[in-house]
């Protein structure tokens, strides 16, 4: 393979709402608004950003679980909007999720062996021992016992069914998962596991994650790059080293400086905060960050403003921070990944 895995060019997502008796059009929930960056193989791809900002709806649609009101998502050069019912099946072997919460996600009537298998034998059929044994081998990968292939979800703690929740994951050797705030529900030291166990299995099977997370820590911990998003938009993204280092955008600003930091000899800026998002449905006119922006302008509140690459490889959307006289890098660079093709 020689391009990125993933590439998502221009992804847009309006739910239309629809209202009273003679079901009268009314302005659409602006879910997601123009979204493009691709993902390499092997690498760790991060979105942050607070509730609403359309981290999820952007999960689903790389799933395609619904289907964008424009845009494109290619999966190893395939646009999956053009596949036909079996060709998309073969395409999400390739794509798996794990989510966030791991009891709602596991059948509670099935063993963890049968939760395991079954993704497999939808697609193939296999016998009692093949079972047995292939439940037992992705059980040992993410550090349970293969006895446990016999245990009901309820009957694992917290920890032990995100583990199963990824090993259901691997069962058809997928090259990306899509973790959607997979450890935040779960204790602190149980997260620090899992986490390991992800960045464990991408180092021995080369797989790459897009992780969706609203905890900058752990983005930090096991990001390669990191995506933030506000209302809808990419408003920076980077490597997580440079963006941690030093973010540009005031909403990554003021939302590294909110994020508790157990190092008490780092030295945060100190960047309130204020208010609330925005609803989708009526943004703001111009950055939608405007209204909570201590830096915001004239400007800011007629003009949107563009993401502009900057000369240590990241892109930020701010006319003040970036604006786009200074861009000294070719917009061609956007949202690539600094790992290139690495499969
Ligand atoms: Fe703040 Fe203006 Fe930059 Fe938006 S464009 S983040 S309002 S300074």
Same mark, same amino acid.
């Given at each position: 393979?020689?391009?990125?895995?993933?590439?998502?060019?221009?992804?847009?997502?309006?739910?239309?709402?629809?209202?009273?008796?003679?079901?009268?059009?009314?302005?659409?929930?602006?879910?997601?608004?123009?979204?493009?960056?691709?993902?390499?193989?092997?690498?760790?791809?991060?979105?942050?950003?607070?509730?609403?900002?359309?981290?999820?709806?952007?999960?689903?649609?790389?799933?395609?679980?619904?289907?964008?009101?424009?845009?494109?998502?290619?999966?190893?050069?395939?646009?999956?909007?053009?596949?036909?019912?079996?060709?998309?099946?073969?395409?999400?072997?390739?794509?798996?999720?794990?989510?966030?919460? *791991?009891?709602?996600?596991?059948?509670?009537?099935?063993?963890?062996?049968?939760?395991?298998?079954?993704?497999?034998?939808?697609?193939?059929?296999?016998?009692?021992?093949?079972?047995?044994?292939?439940?037992?081998?992705?059980?040992?990968?993410?550090?349970?016992?293969?006895?446990?292939?016999?245990?009901?979800?309820?009957?694992?703690?917290?920890?032990?069914?995100?583990?199963?929740?990824?090993?259901?994951?691997?069962?058809?050797?997928?090259?990306?998962?899509?973790?959607?705030?997979?450890?935040?529900?779960?204790?602190?030291?149980?997260?620090?596991?899992?986490?390991?166990?992800?960045?464990?299995?991408?180092?021995?099977?080369?797989?790459?994650?897009?992780?969706?997370?609203?905890?900058?820590?752990?983005?930090?911990?096991?990001?390669?790059?990191?995506?933030?998003?506000?209302?809808?938009?990419?408003?920076?993204?980077?490597?997580?080293?440079?963006?941690?280092?030093?973010?540009?955008?005031?909403?990554?600003?003021?939302?590294?400086?909110?994020?508790?930091?157990?190092?008490?000899?780092?030295?945060?800026?100190?960047?309130?905060?204020?208010?609330?998002?925005?609803?989708?449905?009526?943004?703001?006119?111009?950055?939608?960050?405007?209204?909570?922006?201590?830096?915001?302008?004239?400007?800011?509140?007629?003009?949107?403003? *563009?993401?502009?690459?900057?000369?240590?490889?990241?892109?930020?959307?701010?006319?003040?921070?970036? *604006?786009?006289?200074?861009?000294?890098?070719?917009?061609?660079?956007?949202?690539?990944?600094?790992?290139?093709?690495?499969?």
């Amino acid at each position: 393979m020689t391009g990125p895995l993933l590439e998502v060019d221009g992804l847009t997502k309006h739910y239309p709402l629809v209202a009273g008796l003679f079901k009268t059009n009314v302005p659409a929930v602006r879910a997601l608004e123009n979204v493009s960056f691709s993902v390499a193989a092997g690498e760790t791809f991060c979105i942050v950003g607070e509730s609403g900002c359309g981290k999820s709806t952007l999960a689903r649609l790389l799933m395609r679980l619904v289907d964008p009101t424009s845009g494109r998502v290619l999966v190893e050069g395939t646009d999956i909007a053009g596949l036909k019912r079996h060709e998309l099946r073969a395409c999400r072997r390739r794509m798996q999720m794990v989510f966030q919460d *791991p009891y709602s996600s596991l059948n509670p009537r099935l063993t963890a062996g049968q939760i395991i298998t079954e993704p497999v034998e939808n697609f193939e059929r296999l016998g009692r021992k093949q079972r047995n044994e292939l439940a037992a081998e992705l059980l040992s990968k993410v550090g349970l016992s293969p006895e446990m292939m016999h245990r009901l979800p309820s009957e694992m703690s917290g920890g032990q069914r995100q583990r199963l929740g990824i090993a259901r994951a691997l069962a058809l050797e997928p090259s990306l998962i899509i973790a959607d705030e997979a450890v935040s529900a779960l204790d602190v030291s149980v997260q620090a596991q899992i986490l390991n166990l992800l960045m464990d299995l991408q180092k021995k099977m080369g797989i790459a994650y897009i992780f969706i997370s609203h905890d900058l820590g752990v983005v930090e911990h096991i990001g390669h790059r990191v995506a933030v998003m506000y209302l809808g938009r990419i408003v920076e993204l980077a490597s997580c080293e440079t963006l941690f280092a030093k973010p540009v955008h005031p909403y990554t600003e003021a939302l590294i400086a909110a994020a508790p930091v157990p190092d008490p000899t780092r030295v945060r800026s100190e960047v309130p905060l204020e208010g609330e998002v925005p609803s989708p449905v009526n943004p703001p006119s111009g950055c939608a960050f405007h209204p909570r922006c201590p830096l915001a302008i004239d400007r800011c509140r007629v003009e949107l403003p *563009p993401l502009v690459p900057m000369s240590d490889g990241r892109v930020v959307a701010c006319h003040v921070r970036a *604006p786009s006289a200074t861009a000294d890098m070719p917009l061609t660079s956007l949202g690539t990944s600094p790992l290139g093709s690495v499969a």
